[in-house]
Protein backbone atom coordinates (compact mmCIF):
# COMPACT_ATOMS: atom_id res chain seq x y z
CA UNK A 1 0.00 0.00 0.00
CA UNK A 2 1.44 3.96 -1.05
CA UNK A 3 1.90 5.53 2.42
CA UNK A 4 3.29 8.22 3.59
CA UNK A 5 4.19 8.98 7.28
CA UNK A 6 5.63 12.24 8.43
CA UNK A 7 7.27 12.55 11.86
CA UNK A 8 7.03 14.45 14.58
CA UNK A 9 3.65 15.14 14.24
CA UNK A 10 4.07 18.41 16.12
CA UNK A 11 7.31 19.85 17.57
CA UNK A 12 7.88 23.42 19.34
CA UNK A 13 10.87 24.50 19.11
CA UNK A 14 13.00 28.36 20.24
CA UNK A 15 13.29 31.00 17.64
CA UNK A 16 16.88 31.00 15.85
CA UNK A 17 17.24 26.77 16.68
CA UNK A 18 17.44 24.18 13.95
CA UNK A 19 15.19 21.57 13.39
CA UNK A 20 14.15 18.62 11.23
CA UNK A 21 11.21 17.08 9.90
CA UNK A 22 11.24 13.60 8.76
CA UNK A 23 9.25 11.80 5.59
CA UNK A 24 9.19 8.37 4.71
CA UNK A 25 7.20 6.60 2.13
CA UNK A 26 6.18 3.32 0.80
CA UNK A 27 5.45 4.68 -2.45
CA UNK A 28 6.51 2.33 -5.66
CA UNK A 29 7.14 3.15 -8.43
CA UNK A 30 8.04 7.00 -7.29
CA UNK A 31 8.11 9.90 -9.18
CA UNK A 32 9.21 12.57 -6.71
CA UNK A 33 8.99 13.85 -3.54
CA UNK A 34 7.87 17.38 -2.69
CA UNK A 35 7.54 19.40 0.49
CA UNK A 36 4.73 21.92 1.49
CA UNK A 37 4.41 24.82 3.72
CA UNK A 38 0.68 25.31 5.37
CA UNK A 39 0.31 28.25 7.03
CA UNK A 40 -2.23 28.54 9.64
CA UNK A 41 -5.88 29.52 7.84
CA UNK A 42 -4.01 28.86 4.05
CA UNK A 43 -3.35 26.61 1.55
CA UNK A 44 -0.24 24.66 1.28
CA UNK A 45 2.44 26.21 -0.93
CA UNK A 46 5.41 24.58 -2.58
CA UNK A 47 9.07 24.73 -0.93
CA UNK A 48 10.60 22.39 -2.99
CA UNK A 49 10.66 19.28 -5.11
CA UNK A 50 12.99 16.26 -4.88
CA UNK A 51 13.15 13.94 -8.10
CA UNK A 52 15.27 10.58 -7.26
CA UNK A 53 18.74 11.67 -8.68
CA UNK A 54 18.67 14.49 -6.18
CA UNK A 55 19.74 14.05 -2.87
CA UNK A 56 19.98 17.70 -1.21
CA UNK A 57 18.65 20.28 -2.52
CA UNK A 58 18.13 24.04 -0.43
CA UNK A 59 15.71 27.08 -0.82
CA UNK A 60 17.02 29.58 1.39
CA UNK A 61 16.82 28.39 5.06
CA UNK A 62 15.32 25.40 3.82
CA UNK A 63 17.34 22.41 3.23
CA UNK A 64 15.28 19.06 1.82
CA UNK A 65 17.37 15.58 1.28
CA UNK A 66 16.33 12.74 0.13
CA UNK A 67 17.58 8.75 0.24
CA UNK A 68 15.59 6.69 -2.30
CA UNK A 69 17.12 3.51 -1.28
CA UNK A 70 15.84 3.75 2.11
CA UNK A 71 12.95 6.11 1.23
CA UNK A 72 13.25 8.63 3.29
CA UNK A 73 13.55 12.35 2.88
CA UNK A 74 14.01 15.35 5.52
CA UNK A 75 13.49 19.09 5.68
CA UNK A 76 15.85 20.82 7.81
CA UNK A 77 15.13 24.72 9.06
CA UNK A 78 18.26 26.40 10.27
CA UNK A 79 17.60 29.82 11.97
CA UNK A 80 14.19 29.30 12.63
CA UNK A 81 11.75 31.87 12.83
CA UNK A 82 8.43 33.09 14.04
CA UNK A 83 7.20 32.87 10.39
CA UNK A 84 8.28 29.17 9.93
CA UNK A 85 5.69 28.60 12.44
CA UNK A 86 3.16 26.55 10.07
CA UNK A 87 2.19 23.11 8.99
CA UNK A 88 4.97 20.90 6.63
CA UNK A 89 3.50 18.53 4.23
CA UNK A 90 5.45 15.98 2.41
CA UNK A 91 3.73 14.63 -0.74
CA UNK A 92 4.94 11.78 -3.27
CA UNK A 93 4.09 11.73 -6.60
CA UNK A 94 3.71 7.92 -7.77
CA UNK A 95 4.93 7.71 -11.79
CA UNK A 96 3.38 4.25 -12.19
CA UNK A 97 -0.11 6.10 -11.22
CA UNK A 98 0.28 9.61 -11.96
CA UNK A 99 -1.14 9.68 -8.32
CA UNK A 100 -0.17 12.42 -5.48
CA UNK A 101 0.38 10.65 -1.68
CA UNK A 102 0.23 13.06 1.29
CA UNK A 103 1.42 13.11 4.96
CA UNK A 104 -0.66 14.01 7.43
CA UNK A 105 1.68 16.99 8.22
CA UNK A 106 3.89 18.01 11.03
CA UNK A 107 3.06 20.94 12.96
CA UNK A 108 6.02 23.11 14.18
CA UNK A 109 5.46 26.16 16.42
CA UNK A 110 8.42 28.45 16.58
CA UNK A 111 7.97 30.61 20.20
CA UNK A 112 10.43 33.83 20.90
CA UNK B 1 -6.07 39.44 -5.53
CA UNK B 2 -5.56 35.38 -5.09
CA UNK B 3 -4.37 33.23 -8.27
CA UNK B 4 -7.25 30.26 -6.98
CA UNK B 5 -10.37 31.87 -5.49
CA UNK B 6 -12.57 30.00 -3.04
CA UNK B 7 -16.20 30.81 -2.05
CA UNK B 8 -17.54 30.99 0.88
CA UNK B 9 -14.16 31.41 3.14
CA UNK B 10 -16.85 29.66 5.86
CA UNK B 11 -19.83 28.61 5.99
CA UNK B 12 -21.98 26.95 8.79
CA UNK B 13 -24.93 25.08 7.47
CA UNK B 14 -27.96 22.29 8.66
CA UNK B 15 -27.64 18.22 8.12
CA UNK B 16 -29.66 17.53 5.05
CA UNK B 17 -28.76 20.98 3.52
CA UNK B 18 -27.19 21.50 0.07
CA UNK B 19 -24.20 23.09 -0.42
CA UNK B 20 -22.19 24.56 -2.95
CA UNK B 21 -18.59 25.51 -2.61
CA UNK B 22 -16.74 27.55 -5.64
CA UNK B 23 -13.65 27.76 -7.06
CA UNK B 24 -12.45 29.85 -9.81
CA UNK B 25 -9.08 30.38 -10.82
CA UNK B 26 -6.70 33.09 -13.01
CA UNK B 27 -3.38 30.89 -13.97
CA UNK B 28 -4.99 29.43 -16.76
CA UNK B 29 -3.96 25.62 -15.46
CA UNK B 30 -5.84 23.06 -17.07
CA UNK B 31 -6.59 20.56 -14.15
CA UNK B 32 -8.50 21.47 -10.98
CA UNK B 33 -8.94 19.27 -7.97
CA UNK B 34 -10.84 19.47 -4.94
CA UNK B 35 -9.41 18.32 -1.62
CA UNK B 36 -10.64 17.42 1.86
CA UNK B 37 -8.46 18.31 5.18
CA UNK B 38 -9.29 16.98 8.19
CA UNK B 39 -7.06 17.31 11.34
CA UNK B 40 -4.37 14.67 11.70
CA UNK B 41 -5.44 13.12 8.55
CA UNK B 42 -3.58 14.30 4.61
CA UNK B 43 -5.12 15.85 2.58
CA UNK B 44 -7.77 13.30 0.39
CA UNK B 45 -8.93 14.04 -3.36
CA UNK B 46 -12.58 14.21 -3.64
CA UNK B 47 -12.64 15.12 -7.46
CA UNK B 48 -10.54 16.06 -10.26
CA UNK B 49 -11.12 17.32 -13.26
CA UNK B 50 -8.64 17.24 -16.47
CA UNK B 51 -10.08 19.91 -18.38
CA UNK B 52 -13.84 20.90 -19.20
CA UNK B 53 -15.10 17.18 -20.31
CA UNK B 54 -13.00 15.23 -18.06
CA UNK B 55 -14.43 14.49 -14.49
CA UNK B 56 -12.83 11.85 -12.07
CA UNK B 57 -13.58 10.54 -8.64
CA UNK B 58 -10.80 11.00 -5.85
CA UNK B 59 -10.65 8.45 -2.93
CA UNK B 60 -13.79 9.71 -1.16
CA UNK B 61 -16.06 11.09 -4.33
CA UNK B 62 -19.28 9.83 -1.96
CA UNK B 63 -21.53 12.14 -1.23
CA UNK B 64 -20.23 15.03 -3.27
CA UNK B 65 -20.71 15.59 -7.11
CA UNK B 66 -18.86 18.35 -8.99
CA UNK B 67 -19.26 20.86 -12.37
CA UNK B 68 -16.60 22.11 -14.21
CA UNK B 69 -18.60 25.24 -15.91
CA UNK B 70 -15.31 26.60 -17.63
CA UNK B 71 -11.56 26.15 -17.69
CA UNK B 72 -11.71 28.50 -14.90
CA UNK B 73 -14.34 27.13 -12.58
CA UNK B 74 -14.77 24.36 -10.98
CA UNK B 75 -17.31 23.47 -7.74
CA UNK B 76 -18.37 21.06 -5.22
CA UNK B 77 -21.32 20.02 -4.09
CA UNK B 78 -22.89 18.23 -1.16
CA UNK B 79 -26.09 17.44 -1.82
CA UNK B 80 -27.52 16.80 1.08
CA UNK B 81 -24.66 17.42 4.08
CA UNK B 82 -24.11 15.20 6.74
CA UNK B 83 -22.00 16.20 10.28
CA UNK B 84 -19.09 14.39 8.91
CA UNK B 85 -18.55 16.34 5.82
CA UNK B 86 -17.43 18.86 8.79
CA UNK B 87 -14.13 19.62 7.02
CA UNK B 88 -11.59 22.32 5.65
CA UNK B 89 -12.03 22.29 1.78
CA UNK B 90 -9.14 23.32 -0.72
CA UNK B 91 -9.93 24.00 -4.67
CA UNK B 92 -6.22 23.51 -6.47
CA UNK B 93 -4.73 23.47 -10.18
CA UNK B 94 -1.80 21.94 -11.83
CA UNK B 95 -0.63 22.95 -14.97
CA UNK B 96 0.41 20.21 -17.51
CA UNK B 97 -0.19 22.49 -21.01
CA UNK B 98 3.44 22.05 -21.60
CA UNK B 99 3.61 18.60 -21.69
CA UNK B 100 5.33 17.98 -18.28
CA UNK B 101 3.36 17.10 -14.98
CA UNK B 102 5.59 17.28 -12.07
CA UNK B 103 2.51 17.35 -9.55
CA UNK B 104 2.94 21.34 -8.04
CA UNK B 105 -0.19 22.08 -7.04
CA UNK B 106 -1.86 25.32 -6.47
CA UNK B 107 -4.19 25.43 -3.78
CA UNK B 108 -7.05 27.82 -2.49
CA UNK B 109 -7.05 29.37 0.33
CA UNK B 110 -9.42 27.07 1.93
CA UNK B 111 -13.32 26.89 2.41
CA UNK B 112 -14.26 25.98 6.43
CA UNK B 113 -17.33 23.75 6.66
CA UNK B 114 -19.43 22.85 9.42
CA UNK B 115 -22.30 20.98 9.52
CA UNK B 116 -24.42 20.64 12.90
Known amino acids: KNQVEQSPQSLIILEGKNCTLQ??????????LRWYKQDTGRGPVSLTI?????NTKSNGRYTATLDADTKQSSLHITASQLSDSASYIC???????????FGAGTRLAVHP | DADVTQTPRNRITKTGKRIMLECSQT?????MYWYRQDPGLGLRLIYY???????NKGEISDGYSVSRQAQAKFSLSLESAIPNQTALYFC???????????????FGEGSRLTVL
Open chain 2, 92 to 106: ATSDTRQGINTGELF
Open chain 1, 23 to 32: CNYTVSPFSN
Open chain 1, 50 to 54: MTFSE
Open chain 1, 91 to 101: VVKSGGYNKLI
Open chain 2, 27 to 31: KGHDR
Open chain 2, 49 to 55: SFDVKDI
